[in-house]
């Protein structure tokens, strides 16, 4: 607690001046006039808006999307993506894995440094595990990444020196693991295993993620300078081993929480990429080349604290869902750009077979757990079953609260939700928090009903399923239910990828019988994105990489035929 209160003061504290990690206040901190600035600069300096401040871009506490899209241009893992989502090498060259699946050894690359110059080791990987597994950390996803490394259980009780986790000199990182993991790769691949530098965390505390000059960082990037409410502005990291890659110079991340104003600032010409695009432009922008819609994988659903007492019928729960007329939902409320969920692992996400989907083994398994074709029908089933709840019409149902915070359709969902639960006779009240407030009250569980959604990490269901034990740091909605954590824990620890996909569908079909939270609608990703803002791309979890990016004149319609 007292960590928690120190950097929240500190934060306070900084909010109040321009954080520079040079010391000097260089730049202006409204976007349009720091673009001009920099416009006047040689090289290739890019502007853009992906939301406002993160809550945390400490990467064992981040547990955001926002958060993680500016992790991966600050910080690189053992492993990494490729531009196709394939993994590969990160701070690892090459990595061994032993024939019973047991042992991982990754062989670091030559001449590894951190941003301030000084050596990165395999020393720093050692740190950095048994960090993420201290409960003093309080990493979010400390148990989901790190249980099945021997040892675990001992070092999230607070002996870290269990974890199986080992240095045999500089450039050799080694990990144990108590059972094979088909995924593990993946974990290594991820921004919460970045590796942060020793002396600086134990020297600041939480507080050196918020200030530029004590955030020594590894990626493509590094921070200049923060000004909280304004921008985060980034250089070029010249001590990154892949700094030729690098084409950006600097990146100046806008920080804005109103979709409107990021929108009158990318017609200003203030910014050249803006993530926030205001739902009421969408039918306008549909035939703008500019506009852009691409897969996400993720799903959009809803949380119920499962807590409270009147949330623990399972009847209920069944009902507010049943209530929900999805197809309606995403063509009208999200205009098209979502896609009724009919299950809850969406599109996109691998099964056993080289090529084949999870979610298409679910409908010819199971079959649709949500069919958009008799709403009205789901409708006289929900009433029914709130009716044998022993609240006939919504009588003796106590007001609930909803909670969201105010981007994209979570709002106009919102509303759409107080009328649809109105139709059993339930009260619904609507409370709007600022996105820096948000998640942290969510995963605190102070609240009855929240929007929730979550963009996979990695391919594999687990990572969307596992948020659901017992004890994972994400299940905001407190599901506890033995029979599920059993499945979940034996996929995880089967070598064998048959057993591991099946144990998950059957997980999947169990979470969806108990209704542990309320999917609502499988994701896609948009925004828009000036036509000389070059060379970047965007992948199916949430990134955008623009350090590879650059600033060019735009072309014809006839030149990119």
């Not at 999307?65 to 991966?72: E, R």
């Not at 609240?447 to 994972?472: C, H, K, M, Q, V």
Request: aromatic share 12%.
């Amino acid at each position: 607690m007292k960590k928690k209160l120190a950097l929240v003061l500190a934060a306070a504290m900084l909010s109040s001046a321009v954080l520079s990690g040079c010391g000097e206040n260089d730049s202006k901190p409204d976007g349009g006039e720091g673009q001009e600035a920099q416009a006047g600069e040689e090289g290739n300096h890019l502007v853009v808006e992906v939301g406002p401040d993160p809550e945390t871009i400490d990467p064992a506490l981040n547990s955001a999307s926002d958060g993680n899209i500016m992790i991966i241009y600050l910080f690189e893992s053992l492993l990494n993506m490729d531009k196709d989502n394939n993994i590969i090498g990160g701070m690892a060259e090459t990595w061994d894995v032993s024939e019973d699946g047991l042992t991982y050894t990754f062989h670091l690359r030559e001449g590894l440094k951190w941003s301030d110059g000084t050596p990165l080791t395999a020393n720093d990987f050692v740190y950095t595990f048994k960090r993420v597994a201290d409960p003093l950390t309080a990493a979010p996803y400390g148990y989901d990444l790190l249980c099945m490394i021997k040892g675990y259980d001992e070092a999230a009780a607070g002996n870290l020196d269990t974890l199986a986790v080992s240095a045999p000199d500089d450039q050799t990182f080694v990990v144990e693991l108590s059972h094979p993991c088909v995924y593990f790769d993946k974990i290594c691949a991820y921004t919460t295993l970045s590796p942060v530098q020793q002396a600086t965390v134990e020297a600041n505390g939480e507080a050196w993620a918020i200030d530029p000059a004590t955030y020594i960082c590894n990626g493509a990037m590094k921070i200049k300078e923060w000004v909280p409410g304004s921008h985060i502005l980034m250089e070029k990291n010249e001590n990154y081993w892949n700094a030729d890659a690098v084409t950006a110079d600097t990146i100046k991340f806008v920080l804005m929480e109103d979709a409107n104003a990021a929108y009158s600032a990318y017609n200003a010409g203030e910014v050249m990429f803006i993530k926030d695009v205001p739902t009421e432009e969408i039918p306008k922008l549909r035939e703008n080349p500019e506009f852009r819609v691409e897969p996400l994988l993720g799903t959009y659903y809803i949380s119920l604290n499962l807590n409270r007492g009147y949330f623990q019928d399972v009847r209920v729960r069944q009902a507010l869902s049943l209530a929900l007329d999805r197809q309606y939902i995403a063509d009208t409320i999200m205009q098209g750009t979502y896609t009724p969920a009919k299950n809850f692992v969406g599109p996109g996400v691998s099964d056993v077979e080289p090529g084949s989907s999870f979610s298409d083994v679910t409908i010819e398994t199971y079959g649709e757990f949500f069919h958009t074709d008799d709403f009205e029908g789901d409708l006289a089933k929900a009433k029914e079953l709130l009716a044998d709840a022993g609240y006939p019409n919504g009588e003796g149902f106590p007001m609930i609260e909803y909670m969201t915070n105010d981007a994209g359709y979570h709002k106009p969902l919102a509303e759409y939700l107080q009328s649809a639960w109105g139709e059993l006779g339930i009260n619904m009240d609507i409370k709007i928090v600022e996105w820096a407030t948000f998640t942290p009250t969510r995963r605190n569980g102070d609240y009855d009903i929240a929007r929730n959604g979550w963009i996979y990490d990695y391919d594999d269901p687990s990572n969307l399923l596992n948020l659901f034990e017992t004890e994972n740091g994400n299940n905001d909605g407190k599901y506890s239910n033995p029979e599920y954590d059993t499945k979940t824990e034996t996929a995880r620890k089967t070598a064998d990828r048959e057993e591991h996909y099946r144990l998950l569908h059957e997980a999947e079909q169990m979470l969806l019988e108990d209704m542990a939270m309320i999917p609502i609608a499988w994701q896609n990703e948009f925004w828009l994105q000036k036509p000389e803002l070059q060379g970047t791309y965007h992948t199916p979890y949430g990134y955008w990489y623009f350090m590879y990016g650059s600033v060019g004149e735009a072309e014809s319609p006839e030149e990119t035929k």
